[in-house]
């Protein structure tokens, strides 16, 4: 299995702060930092979007940025993702009707690739073909659209099955994840571990990091 990676999604963090919060984080020992954009289509809610993210990379060149596109067209917003200094660009494979040609496109812009599946979305939809041509695939332990929700249990067997299929691609959960649901994901194969509500809303981050990450190696 690939290595471990906490990736802290900001949206539980104060956005008044959100560079500090990053550099936080980092300190705290998060490898990437969860960037989760939403565009008020594909989900209802409007988060932030690539003039945010560019004033964060300014701030903190070596910020790994994990992009979480939850985008109604995935494809228009590559660009402007390279731009802002994105490091890895996630779309939902609900969200378009031709996989591979969003991977090219993520690919020309030499940012790495992932993508996600909602809770209601088999693995199987994900097929061999896209799966390959990706670096990381998404299982949703919610429903996209907000943060602070509960662990969808139900998912986890998805994880499990593309860790069969794919024994060398990062696996990433996001959904209420945390210290009391980490060993599940952990044992079914997920190696990149999104949290926002436990690791944001805890006393001492760098320990909640530091327990994510031991699960996973354990
Ligand atoms: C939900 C987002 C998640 C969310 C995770 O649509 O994709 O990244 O912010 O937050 P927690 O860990 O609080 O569920
Ligand atoms: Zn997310």
């Known amino acids: 299995m690939p290595r471990a990676i906490i990736s ?10 959100l560079t500090a919060e990053c550099k936080r984080m980092m300190k705290d020992g998060a490898e990437w930092l969860h960037m989760d954009v939403m565009d008020g289509h594909f989900v209802p809610n409007i988060t932030m979007g690539a003039p945010i993210l560019t004033s964060v990379h300014k701030a903190i060149p070596d910020i790994f940025m994990d ?4 985008v109604a067209n995935p494809i228009q917003w590559v660009d402007d993702i390279a731009d802002a200094g994105g490091a890895l660009y996630c779309f939902h494979i609900e969200a378009t009707s031709d996989p591979l040609s969003v991977i090219k496109k993520v690919r020309s812009r030499n940012m790495q ?3 996600a599946i909602s809770p209601d979305t088999p693995s199987t939809a994900i097929t061999d073909e896209v799966a390959e041509a990706s670096d ?5 332990t919610v429903h996209p659209g907000r943060g602070g929700q509960k662990f ?20 990433e959960v996001d959904g209420g994840v945390g210290p009391k649901t980490i060993h599940v994901c952990a044992e079914a194969g ?10 944001f809303g805890a006393q001492d981050a760098a320990e909640v990091i530091k327990q994510l990450k031991a699960s996973v190696m354990a």
Do not use: W, Y
């Open 67 to 70: 992009c979480h596109m939850m």
């Open 113 to 115: 690739v992932g993508v």
């Open 152 to 171: 969808i249990e139900a998912c986890v067997p998805k994880v499990a099955e593309l860790r069969a299929r794919f024994p060398e691609k990062n696996i």
């Open 8 to 17: 802290p999604s900001v949206l539980a963090s104060d956005f008044g702060q």
């Open 136 to 140: 990381m695939l998404l299982v949703m």
């Open 190 to 199: 997920s190696n990149v571990i999104v949290a926002g509500t436990a690791i």
